[in-house]
């Protein structure tokens, strides 16, 4: 009953913007925590940032404060991940999650996950 569809990815050029769109179905979105997390090509997949139930608390990994952020449109059931200030190594398959609960980087605390979508950094 719970789905997740991440948009918006796709090919940029280092220190370029991209917006990631996460839209929820089948749940109340306020009701969840909702994590946005990456997988890069040899490597584990990791937290990015969460934003919490309720409140609306944010959380970042240190590696993209000051250049990502989440913000959700509970009219909308939208989760959103602005991205600035592209790297390469940004380039991953990036997930929305969802967890009825509070804030969590681990992975496997997430119930629902959307299908991910690709965003390469590169010139």
């Known amino acids: 009953q719970l789905q997740l569809v991440e948009s918006g990815g796709g090919l940029v050029q280092p220190g370029g913007s991209l917006r990631l769109s996460c839209a929820a179905s089948g749940f109340t979105l306020d009701y969840y925590a909702i994590g946005w997390f990456r997988q890069a090509p040899g490597k584990e997949r990791e937290g990015v940032s969460c934003?919490?139930?309720?409140?609306?608390?944010?959380y970042y990994a240190d590696s993209v404060k000051g250049r990502f952020t989440i913000s959700r449109d509970n009219a909308k059931n939208t989760v959103y991940l602005q991205m600035y200030s592209l790297k390469p190594e940004d380039t991953a398959v990036y997930y929305c999650?969802?967890?009825?609960?509070?804030?969590?980087?681990?992975?496997?605390?997430?119930?629902?996950w959307g299908q991910g979508t690709q965003v390469t950094v590169s010139s």
């Open positions: 934003i919490s139930r309720y409140d609306g608390s944010t």
């Open positions: 999650a969802a967890r009825g609960h509070v804030c969590s980087a681990s992975r496997t605390l997430f119930t629902s």
